[in-house]
């Protein structure tokens, strides 16, 4: 029971800090050009243009690739390492972003 | 206290590229967007000026930038043919035949990526690659400046346009670079039509700008979008990625994933007329036939870009789109060659 308790204290402690952050690809270009998030906080990418885009990242603190998807659609990594993360759209390279991870 | 969910952007419910947002009237503001910047963009380190244009141009235009002392960057590019070279794939060095056909480098100025997979990010990281391929003008860098260094006159037009940085790889490419700026399409019919002259398209060409634009229609503006009719991405759109025996996986190789095998820049469509045949593989001789093909020519294809949609147009239709396309070229104007060095 006692370690029931701790798990569930462990969890809630977690959802109170972690974050969520969301950033739009709209006009051909991300929302934001620099954010700061803390390790373990939720970025959800959001497409908001009628083309298709392909956020990826091939940095060594978060090396991902969502895919294609379009207009209205979300994916959301969650960035575990801290460090800088050079996000760019693999269909229109002028889309770029970078996201600093840190403590 | 954080909150558990914070919103950074509130979202934006506008629509990019929706038919609604335009009115379809010469001279009306909705339009805007597709007029060029006037001034075309440049590096700060690379200011154009009269005497760096001029140099670019004698160099753009001198076969002795070549091994074989036969080809210039005019020889593929050439400004009688759209600055392209009217071939299916260019030739290079001896006549050899190579796996692409030659880009346009019309307005090439405003993108923001070049090469047909964008593995240089400007003109002035571009200018050299051509020259020194072993499959193409075939020169070495080093002879070739030090050609140029011993040539006085080029030697003074150098120490002109670049005072102070001599004669070297970086200001021959910021040289051919500052010429290149200058090869400018903004004054079509199109043009014209966009900033108010009523009678410079024809009902036909107006009603193909419609289809362009129409995401259930022609669906064109996705990719070719404002102002330079280009998104400057890279997509696939169909075309064959093996051609006798050979595969061109486009952007890929420059940025392995999936979604980028058989992905090529999207080239403007300024000018478009005069630059066929058409795709990064040449393989439609006609801009009916580029047409034809985005209504079922990728049919059948594997790892489309998803900007590409099943489409239904009219024989009337497909003549309208046409028309528009061919709308999109400035007049030509007569060039005055360089006299060389």
């Given at each position: 029971m006692k370690m029931k308790i701790i798990i569930m204290c462990f969890l809630m402690t977690n959802l109170a800090y972690a974050q969520n952050f969301v950033v739009n690809q709209k006009g051909l270009a991300f929302s934001e050009d620099n954010l700061t998030i803390q390790v373990g906080d939720i970025v959800s990418f959001v497409n908001q243009d009628e083309a298709f885009h392909n956020v990826y990242s091939l940095s060594d603190a978060a090396f991902f690739d969502l895919g294609s998807y379009g207009k209205g659609k979300e994916k959301e990594v969650e960035f575990d390492e801290v460090g800088e993360v050079v996000v760019e759209c693999a269909v229109h390279p002028s889309m770029q972003m970078t996201i600093s991870v840190i403590e | 206290m954080r909150k558990i969910i914070f919103i950074l952007v509130l979202f934006n419910i506008?629509?990019?590229?929706?038919?609604?947002?335009?009115?379809?009237?010469?001279?009306?503001?909705?339009?805007?967007?597709?007029t060029l910047p006037e001034e075309v963009p440049f590096p700060e380190n690379n200011r154009p000026t009269q005497a760096r244009v001029d140099l670019g141009k004698a160099l753009f235009f001198?076969?002795?930038?070549?091994g074989d002392g036969n080809?210039?960057?005019?020889?593929?590019?050439n400004p009688m043919l759209g600055w392209s070279d009217g071939l299916k794939t260019a030739k290079g060095h001896k006549s050899q035949i190579l796996g692409r056909a030659t880009p346009t480098?019309?307005?090439?100025?405003?993108?923001s990526i070049q090469m047909w997979d964008g593995r240089k990010a400007s003109l002035e990281d571009q200018a050299t690659g051509p020259l020194e391929a072993e499959v193409e003008m075939h020169m070495d860098i080093e002879s070739l400046i030090s050609w140029l260094n011993n040539n006085e006159i080029y030697r003074k037009k150098f120490n002109l346009a670049y005072p102070g940085e001599g004669v070297s790889a970086t200001t021959l490419s910021k040289a051919i670079a500052s010429y290149e700026?200058?090869?400018?399409?903004?004054?079509?019919p199109f043009d014209n039509w966009v900033e108010?002259?009523?009678?410079?398209?024809t009902e036909s060409e107006i009603a193909g700008f419609k289809l362009f634009v129409d995401p259930e229609k022609g669906?064109?503006?996705?990719?070719?979008?404002a102002p330079n009719f280009t998104d400057n991405g890279f997509h696939?759109?169909?075309?064959?990625?093996?051609l006798d025996g050979d595969s061109d996986f486009g952007r890929y190789k420059i940025?392995?994933?999936?979604?980028?095998?058989g992905a090529f820049k999207t080239p403007?469509?300024?000018?478009?007329?005069?630059?066929?045949?058409?795709f990064h593989d040449g393989s439609s001789h006609t801009l009916e036939q580029v047409v034809k093909h985005y209504v079922?020519?990728?049919?059948?294809?594997?790892?489309?870009?998803?900007?590409i949609k099943e489409i239904s147009l009219t024989e009337s239709e497909i003549v309208d789109l046409t028309a528009f396309l061919n709308a999109l070229s400035s007049p030509k104007e007569a060039l005055v060659l360089p006299e060389l060095p």
């Amino acid at each position: 029971m006692k370690m029931k308790i701790i798990i569930m204290c462990f969890l809630m402690t977690n959802l109170a800090y972690a974050q969520n952050f969301v950033v739009n690809q709209k006009g051909l270009a991300f929302s934001e050009d620099n954010l700061t998030i803390q390790v373990g906080d939720i970025v959800s990418f959001v497409n908001q243009d009628e083309a298709f885009h392909n956020v990826y990242s091939l940095s060594d603190a978060a090396f991902f690739d969502l895919g294609s998807y379009g207009k209205g659609k979300e994916k959301e990594v969650e960035f575990d390492e801290v460090g800088e993360v050079v996000v760019e759209c693999a269909v229109h390279p002028s889309m770029q972003m970078t996201i600093s991870v840190i403590e | 206290m954080r909150k558990i969910i914070f919103i950074l952007v509130l979202f934006n419910i506008s629509v990019a590229y929706a038919l609604d947002d335009y009115v379809f009237e010469s001279g009306h503001g909705s339009l805007s967007k597709w007029t060029l910047p006037e001034e075309v963009p440049f590096p700060e380190n690379n200011r154009p000026t009269q005497a760096r244009v001029d140099l670019g141009k004698a160099l753009f235009f001198d076969p002795r930038l070549s091994g074989d002392g036969n080809m210039s960057c005019a020889s593929c590019h050439n400004p009688m043919l759209g600055w392209s070279d009217g071939l299916k794939t260019a030739k290079g060095h001896k006549s050899q035949i190579l796996g692409r056909a030659t880009p346009t480098i019309i307005n090439t100025a405003y993108n923001s990526i070049q090469m047909w997979d964008g593995r240089k990010a400007s003109l002035e990281d571009q200018a050299t690659g051509p020259l020194e391929a072993e499959v193409e003008m075939h020169m070495d860098i080093e002879s070739l400046i030090s050609w140029l260094n011993n040539n006085e006159i080029y030697r003074k037009k150098f120490n002109l346009a670049y005072p102070g940085e001599g004669v070297s790889a970086t200001t021959l490419s910021k040289a051919i670079a500052s010429y290149e700026r200058t090869i400018i399409s903004r004054n079509s019919p199109f043009d014209n039509w966009v900033e108010g002259n009523k009678s410079a398209l024809t009902e036909s060409e107006i009603a193909g700008f419609k289809l362009f634009v129409d995401p259930e229609k022609g669906n064109c503006e996705v990719c070719h979008s404002a102002p330079n009719f280009t998104d400057n991405g890279f997509h696939n759109v169909g075309l064959e990625l093996v051609l006798d025996g050979d595969s061109d996986f486009g952007r890929y190789k420059i940025i392995s994933l999936s979604s980028l095998k058989g992905a090529f820049k999207t080239p403007t469509l300024r000018d478009i007329s005069y630059s066929a045949p058409y795709f990064h593989d040449g393989s439609s001789h006609t801009l009916e036939q580029v047409v034809k093909h985005y209504v079922d020519g990728w049919k059948g294809a594997e790892n489309l870009s998803l900007n590409i949609k099943e489409i239904s147009l009219t024989e009337s239709e497909i003549v309208d789109l046409t028309a528009f396309l061919n709308a999109l070229s400035s007049p030509k104007e007569a060039l005055v060659l360089p006299e060389l060095p």
